[in-house]
């Protein structure tokens, strides 16, 4: 085929497109962060507003507001100011471009991409009256054929393909092949498909009646394997052939319709910290588009690129020509305009950022018209594969001219047959229509919007089964669903279904187990996910908009049935109760996954692994050591119900597990071994140490040197108790002796700067469900105080349902910062519950990050010691050492200063005392003839003491007083704890199963509450006469002073 070059090259033009707020973010209350202006698309983080992003492309489109429908169902902007951009304006910029790159003998390539949800399915596809691309460009594309010269002749074929999981898939093709079709690769035309059917056209009518053709085979496969349509690739082609017999030549374009597989953003890929390997190939595939996208955007600014991955997946070999070679290609991106989607849209910005520097080759396809013959009959040889002439239909053989009949063969006659189909589906759609108008029935309601309503199953009078078996009146196909799931019945202008035996069968959110009426637009959801809108009666309908009962309309109202809202998440605050965007977030991947870990848990049961999954949130009651909650997310927990053994695995992993359940799951559909190492088993893991809550000790007391005992509850992610710690913090000396009330602080600011030690000891773990679940689980606990570099955990304990830890930690800080303090008043101690598994390692902490003192204390407030650290590069015991040793010496000089100071001011405040005694000493002698008490005689003059010391000597009693009252509270308080000691010691006392031993038992427990009310009784007296007698020394030295 000869090619006419066009000078320079073509660069990929790239287009960005926003949609309106779906329902769900409606609902949510989110914030648009895309802003347009002109071909630049700025985007907002919700987390800090003036922190923005900017894109320029060749077009962008503001399509999420200022738009109305009119009569025809068309939305249209709603004023000259709007800056809106429907369709139509879309076809104008992309699809005239494609079209006219197909009349001057181009090959034409336009892709969608986005994640699901974005709005690229709309674009391509449209919905109602809003045609998308595909349909506008192949409509066009034979009114122009109609206007051009009728001495040309053209021909138009169209295909439809889908790509999942690395499979081919022909839409148009009655039969599925096992495996898919084969991906091969001719030196002169490239990578194709082999046994891809063509279809010829004359009309856009034709190519219209395909397209439903092709989307109800895309359904059925989707709701068969609930492989959702997502998670594909579909590529729609034209082939275009112009003949001029007058200048004895033609001109060919190939037009490839592409919409790309939902760009779900996972941090690396769906699986991160995952022992198995990658197990979404739709994610690969993506990856793999990007690789090529990028190593061709490298060439263009001139670096050099050793390799161009494009054999690395079906989708990069198909689309070879499309990026980088004979192609003028588009690009469409379809963003959401939500804070909750921020993620993903930056991600997809950037993607398509890359892509607006590939650079490709266009050239005109044109050959003279024998050669143009053969190279048509070489290609369909390849298409059918030398080895297999004999199995190929006299009519393909006659196409190539390889039959006896070739001269019958025409491009009419092929026109013919396919005429002929079309008169047969002409005739079953009309019977379609009419049925619809009479006869209740289900509607499949798919994710994919443009696979909704698809299917129609409908329900005749009488009784009809519903099932998986072909002898059913309605055979339904998907997850879950049994050969006899559950039967209809369509009676006295009522229809009701009733589950057989334990068949899941939800109707409006909740599951059924009886006979249930149907009202007209009830939601059903029979099996793991196929969900059906049942439309009633002619009588009972109206022009309701059944556009609102999307599939979110659905999983909303399952996830509502199951008590999980918005609300439950925390997710309001403020004075207008909006949600917090992080927390919608993960609200949406609850209801994401939720499908998915029903569908799971069916492969599960089907495929005999007796795993039981469940969508958890995690941190959904959990909160900071300062109270404020953490950052939720979802997880899903896996329990395998015949060895108790659990996992928990992240949203990412649980993606890619869930890719390779399909792929075993396929095996067995298939008819295959099933079968699978241990090793490779997606619904396998080794034993893993799991979370199971944590419970807040707050540690304001501690700033005030008082010791406290606590019985906390460990809360698990659901909020509810998981267990009950019972936990000591006590202030102490650095030799461990506790400190006593006297050395209580009333201002935390009084310990500032001096040495702090105090006791952290875990007493035991009482009722923990972990272990009441399976006895030969274990337990471990860890804590992380202030700025310890890791946590600290305590040693594991097997097998035990209250064990007893009785583990205890001294800390010091040696020079006790504001910050420290600040964190004791508000502040709280986590500590983590850990449940063991038989099999698996328990938690353990290097000790070579901790900094301790010379008595072995493990030291924090470690601000200083890190500086010293960072500039001498010396070993921990030996910083610590000399840390203590530094500061002793800064206390000690202190110290000495203060005394000094005190000396001085005492020594100034005598002086100015016997000054002016010896000025008015000779008049006090007058004035008072007798000796005064208060002085001393020596070498015949009279001195009196200083005011300072008599203050002294008058203020002893008193201090005494005090003295002895707070001994009096001190020996009070030590006889209230042994009181309260008794008192827990007689709740924990718990009566014998054994009734022979209930009367010792009743004995010894009232001999304890009798011993109690004693020590209780004897306590009181005892304080009321100390306090008594002080009160008393204190009347007698009053009087006597008087």
């Known amino acids: 085929m000869a090619t006419t070059p066009t000078p320079g090259a073509d660069r990929v033009r790239v287009a960005v497109r926003v949609r309106p707020f779906s329902q769900r973010e409606k609902n949510a209350g989110s914030k648009c962060v895309i802003s347009m202006h002109s071909r630049t698309t700025t985007i907002h983080d919700p987390k800090n507003p003036e922190h923005t992003k900017t894109f320029t492309f060749d077009l962008a489109y503001w399509s999420h507001n200022g738009f109305q429908m009119e009569k025809d169902g068309v939305f249209t902007a709603v004023g000259p100011t709007s800056k809106f951009a429907g369709q139509r304006e879309v076809f104008h910029d992309l699809g005239r471009g494609i079209l006219d790159s197909a009349w001057q003998g181009y090959n034409a390539t336009l892709l969608a991409y986005g994640q699901t949800g974005s709005g690229k399915s709309y674009s391509m596809i449209g919905f109602g009256a809003n045609k998308g691309l595909i349909p506008k460009v192949c409509e066009e594309l034979f ?3 109609e206007n051009r010269e009728r001495n040309q002749e053209y021909q138009v074929t169209f295909s439809m393909l889908e790509i999942y999981n690395e499979q081919v898939r022909d839409l148009l093709s009655r039969t599925k092949k096992p495996r898919g079709l084969r991906v091969r690769e001719d030196t002169q035309l490239g990578f194709y498909v082999d046994g891809l059917r063509s279809v010829p056209c004359e009309n856009y009518a034709q190519i219209e009646r395909l397209m439903e053709q092709g989307t109800r085979v895309r359904t059925m496969a989707s709701t068969n394997m609930n492989a959702s349509s997502s998670r594909s690739h579909m590529v729609i082609t034209l082939q275009f052939k112009q003949f001029f017999p007058d200048r004895g030549l033609t001109k060919q374009s190939c037009i490839n319709l592409v919409d790309l597989a939902g760009s779900e ?19 690969l595939s993506l990856t793999n588009l990007g690789n090529v996208i990028s190593a061709l955007a490298d060439i263009a600014v001139g670096k050099k690129v050793l390799h161009i991955p494009y054999r690395d997946s079906v989708l990069t070999k198909l689309l070879q020509p499309a990026l980088g070679g004979n192609s003028r290609t588009a690009l469409i991106a379809a963003i959401s305009p939500a804070d909750i989607c921020y993620e993903e849209t930056l991600s997809t910005l950037r993607y398509v950022e890359r892509a607006k520097k590939v650079r490709n080759k266009a050239v005109v396809n044109t050959s003279a018209l024998v050669r143009e013959s053969r190279a048509a009959n070489s290609k369909l040889l390849l298409r059918c594969g030398h080895s297999r002439m004999a199995e190929q239909p006299a009519d393909l053989l006659a196409e190539l ?3 006896p009949h070739t001269h019958q063969l025409t491009w009419a006659h092929l026109l013919e047959q396919a005429r002929e189909e079309w008169q047969q589906h002409h005739v079953a759609v009309a019977q379609e229509r009419q049925m619809l108008k009479t006869l209740p029935h289900l509607l499949n309601v798919n994710e994919d919007p443009q696979l909704t309503g698809v299917l129609k199953y409908f329900i005749q009078a009488g009784s009809c089964d519903a099932g998986q078996a072909e002898s059913n009146a309605l055979t339904l196909q998907g997850l879950g669903i049994s050969d006899k799931h559950a039967s209809f019945t369509n009676l006295d202008g009522q229809v009701t279904v009733t589950p057989y035996n334990k068949c899941n069968v939800v109707v409006n959110g909740v599951p059924i187990t009886t006979k249930t009426k149907l009202q007209h637009l009830d939601r059903i959801i029979l099996g793991s996910n196929s969900a059906y809108l049942y439309i009633g009666f002619p009588s009972e309908r109206a022009s309701e908009d059944l556009s609102r009962f999307d599939y979110d309309f659905f999983q909303l109202e399952r996830a509502a049935a199951q008590g999980m809202s918005v609300d439950k998440l925390g997710a309001r605050h403020g004075g207008n109760r909006r949600a917090d965007p992080s927390v919608l977030a993960v609200f949406q991947d609850y209801i994401k996954l939720m499908p998915l870990v029903a569908e799971a848990n069916q492969m599960s049961e089907e495929l005999k692994k007796g795993l039981t999954m469940e969508l958890k949130v995690k941190n959904l009651a959990s909160s900071d050591s300062r109270g404020y909650d953490l950052q939720k997310e979802v997880m899903v927990k896996v329990t395998n119900q015949r060895t108790h053994e659990v996992w928990v695995w992240s949203k990412a992993k649980f993606i890619n597990r869930k890719f390779l359940m399909e792929e075993l799951y396929q095996h067995l559909l298939d008819g295959e071994d ?7 088993d997606p619904f396998w893991d080794p034993v893993e140490v799991v979370h199971l809550g944590s419970a807040h000790i707050w540690l304001q007391s501690l700033a005030y040197c008082m010791q406290f005992e606590e019985q906390v509850e460990f809360l698990n992610c659901d909020g509810l108790a998981e267990a009950v710690l019972h936990i000591h913090v006590t202030p102490c000396s650095p030799a461990g002796r506790a400190c006593g009330e006297e050395d209580v602080v009333i201002d935390p600011l009084e310990l500032l700067g001096k040495r702090m030690d105090f006791q952290i000891r875990i007493e035991r773990c009482l009722g923990a469900k972990w272990l009441k679940e399976d006895t030969e689980r274990g337990i471990q606990m860890g804590y992380r105080i202030y700025d310890l570099p890791h946590p600290l955990y305590t040693k594991p304990v097997w097998k035990i349902a209250n064990p007893q830890i009785e583990e205890s930690v001294q800390f010091t800080a040696l020079n006790a910062s504001q910050e420290f303090l600040n964190y004791l008043q508000t502040n709280a101690l ?3 519950l850990w449940g063991l598994q038989e099999g698996c390692a328990g938690l353990s902490c290097s000790q070579l990050d901790l900094v301790v003192t010379a008595e072995g204390h493990v030291m924090v407030d470690t601000k200083k010691i890190s500086t010293l650290a960072d500039g001498g590069q010396m070993p921990s015991n030996q910083i610590s050492e000399l840390h203590l040793k530094l500061l002793k010496l800064e206390q000690e000089t202190e110290l000495l200063r203060n005394i000094n100071r005190a000396l001085r001011e005492e020594n100034m405040f005598l002086k100015d005392s016997l000054d002016k005694t010896g000025s008015c000493q000779q008049g006090k ?14 070498t015949g003059m ?12 008058t203020s002893t009693p008193q201090a005494g007083y005090d003295r002895e009252l707070a001994t009096a509270l001190k020996v009070f308080y030590q006889s209230m704890n042994m009181a309260r000691r008794q008192f827990l010691k007689v709740r924990h006392y718990k009566p014998p199963e054994d009734d022979q031993m209930l009367r010792p038992f009743v004995y010894q427990q009232s001999q304890m509450l009798k011993d109690f009310g004693d020590l209780f009784e004897s306590s009181l007296w005892k304080l009321k006469n100390d306090v008594a007698l002080i009160v008393k020394k204190k009347r007698e030295c009053l009087l006597y002073n008087k």
């Open 674 to 680: 099933s079968h699978i190492a241990q090793e490779d």
């Open 925 to 938: 002698r007058l004035s008072r003839p007798h000796k005064p008490p208060n002085t001393q005689t020596g």
């Open 401 to 403: 001219g390889l039959g």
């Open 265 to 283: 953003r996972q941090k690396t890929s769906g699986s991160e910290g995952d022992r198995l390997r990658e197990g979404s190939h739709v994610n």
């Open 143 to 145: 009114q122009a054929i």
């Open 830 to 832: 986590i500590v983590d």
């Open 942 to 953: 009279t001195t009196r003491l200083p005011p300072a010391r008599e203050g002294k000597q």
